[in-house]
């Protein structure tokens, strides 16, 4: 069965720290890994990962792949408030183009 | 484009009526995708459609739930008769294929 793990949970920072958001996946016919942020509605897109060892990067937000240890990270530098919400990886498969997520990560940035 | 457009927003039901769902995708997007959102289970794939046709709904979670995609901009999703247990938020998304979903804003489905 696919499953796709995040961790940690739920994390609390001040703002100005860094924080690394993981997911880890098991999965079938990998194509892609997103990351998605939630705030208070729907989920919003932030990257989409295919190759390993390649940064995304948007701002003081960054991601990068591990196809073999099949994870991936999302960091997050100089944190701010409105850096709060819950963060979702979702990886995608070959053949039927599904869609699992994850259980998500809640951050919460405090001032 | 609005975006993909979900409707009730909120619905506040009895257990054992049905509800429906609906959802708008955004024009010229061939995936559209339904989810249920929980505190305990996350973001859970319940069924998605390519071009209007079922292809996965093994995570329709029992026969009270039923979906349709009777055309290319509209889609429904029912349960009958409705549970407790089936209070959650439930989300519309679309695409176009390329791993890149776009999400309405969901309904929030109460049952009491």
């Known amino acids: 069965e696919d499953k796709v793990v995040q961790s940690p949970l739920s994390l609390v920072v001040h703002e100005g720290d860094t924080v690394t958001l993981n997911c880890s996946y098991e999965?079938?016919?990998?194509?892609?890994l997103l990351w998605y942020k939630q705030e208070k509605k729907a989920p919003t897109f932030l990257f989409m990962l295919t190759s390993s060892g390649i940064e995304k990067k948007s701002g003081r937000l960054s991601s990068i792949l591990d196809k073999k240890e099949l994870f991936s990270i999302l960091n997050i530098t100089a944190t701010q408030t409105g850096d709060s919400a819950v963060y979702l990886c979702?990886?995608?498969?070959?053949?039927?183009?599904?869609?699992?997520f994850g259980a998500g990560t809640r951050l919460t940035v405090k001032p | 484009d609005a975006g993909v457009i979900q409707s009730p927003r909120h619905e506040v039901t009895e257990m054992g009526q049905e509800v429906t769902l609906r959802c708008k995708p955004i024009?010229?997007?061939?995936?559209l995708f339904w989810y249920r959102q929980t505190m305990m289970r996350g973001l859970e794939l319940l069924i998605y459609?390519?071009?209007?046709?079922?292809?996965?709904d093994s995570g329709m979670p029992e026969d009270r739930f039923s979906a349709k995609m009777p055309n290319a901009s509209f889609s429904t999703l029912k349960i009958q008769p409705s549970e407790p247990r089936d209070s959650a938020v439930y989300f519309c998304a679309t695409g176009q294929g390329n791993g890149e979903l776009f999400f309405g804003e969901g309904s929030r489905l109460t049952v009491l």
């Open positions: 999965v079938t016919n990998f194509r892609s």
């Open positions: 979702a990886v995608e498969v070959y053949n039927n183009n599904d869609m699992r």
């Open positions: 024009s010229g997007h061939d995936y």
């Open positions: 459609f390519n071009n209007n046709v079922p292809i996965d």
